[in-house]
């Protein structure tokens, strides 16, 4: 057993065809829009905005509708509007595979029930810091925005796992860290492998098509979005109380063995999963006190 999507679970069953998963994700795609393209296409928003809006929210821990409605591109009854045809649309996978053919209606139930009975071990939900470690609502927060980034950042559909006490760092292709320092010592570090490297790449260079681009400017990704983040995280804790200043991110160069945790220190490490099996995992080495 082992942490699945839904769609990967069907598969795994024999229930569908890679083909009809992929048929009905990109109904998906087609049907469940971002508030921005809804109010795009509502005749409320245009291009510069959403973009505005979308740069905006990297530096600031707040949902889109609610930005726009502060810079002033959205009513409040227009937000509600695009909320509505949001929710009146929205179509999870398993309605998408019966409306493509991919799954028989009667069946889908019998699947949804086995899936919830296997993926119930690794069901996660809210983010839990084990006991006995301080602060534990700052890395809460830490966990809680970096989930937030990679799903508004780099549009990722992802799953977040249990958190746990960790040695060592599994190693990986790279991992970017920046330092805290102030109401807490800490070292926070994101792992990528070279396919979620480029994922974050594209987001960050909004660009589609980033084969030719260096390893080292793909790296460079990775470390302005841990950049976005953690900035996020200094001003999230400021509203708690809290000062945490940042040092400048950087790469450590991939290592044949995992990166051990040091000595009086704490090491939380919170694996985020994607739906095509590939993770991120974000470790916190915590100075202990």
């Not at 937000?79 to 949001?86: E, N």
């Not at 929205?90 to 998408?96: N, P, Q, R, T, V």
């Not at 960790?166 to 492998?193: C, D, K, N, Q």
Request: hydrophobic content about 45%; aromatic content about 6%; overall charge negative.
């Amino acid at each position: 057993m082992a942490v699945k999507f839904f769609g990967q679970f069907l598969i795994e069953q024999n229930a569908i065809t890679h083909s009809a998963l992929l048929r009905a994700i990109e109904l998906q795609e087609d049907t469940n829009l971002k508030i921005g393209k809804i109010g795009h296409e509502m005749g409320l928003m245009s291009q510069v905005q959403i973009a505005k809006v979308n740069q905006a929210q990297r530096n600031e821990d707040t949902r889109f509708g609610d930005k726009a409605v502060a810079l002033g591109f959205l009513s409040a009854a227009q937000l509600q509007q695009a909320l509505t045809k949001q929710k009146n649309t929205h179509i999870y996978l398993g309605e998408a595979l019966v409306k493509t053919g991919g799954l028989k209606e009667a069946d889908l139930k019998i699947y949804l029930n086995r899936f919830k009975e296997d993926q119930r071990p690794y069901m996660v939900d809210k983010i839990e810091i084990p006991a006995g470690v301080a602060h534990q609502p700052i890395w809460e927060m830490v966990a809680d925005l970096t989930n937030k980034m990679l799903v508004r950042i780099a549009s990722m559909s992802i799953r977040p796992g249990a958190c746990q006490i960790i040695e060592e760092l599994p190693a990986r292709t790279l991992v970017a860290e920046i330092g805290f320092s102030g109401s807490v010592s800490a070292r926070y570090l994101l792992t990528a492998s070279p396919t979620t490297r480029k994922i974050i790449a594209r987001a960050i260079l909004q660009e589609d098509d980033i084969e030719g681009e260096p390893v080292e400017m793909l790296d460079d990704s990775v470390m302005e979005f841990i950049n976005i983040v953690c900035g996020n995280i200094a001003a999230k804790a400021a509203q708690l109380g809290f000062q945490i200043d940042i040092t400048p991110p950087k790469t450590h160069p991939p290592q044949m063995t995992g990166l051990a945790v040091p000595e009086k220190h704490t090491g939380l490490m919170f694996p985020i999963y994607l739906s095509d099996g590939e993770i991120f995992e974000l470790a916190i080495f915590i100075r202990d006190e």
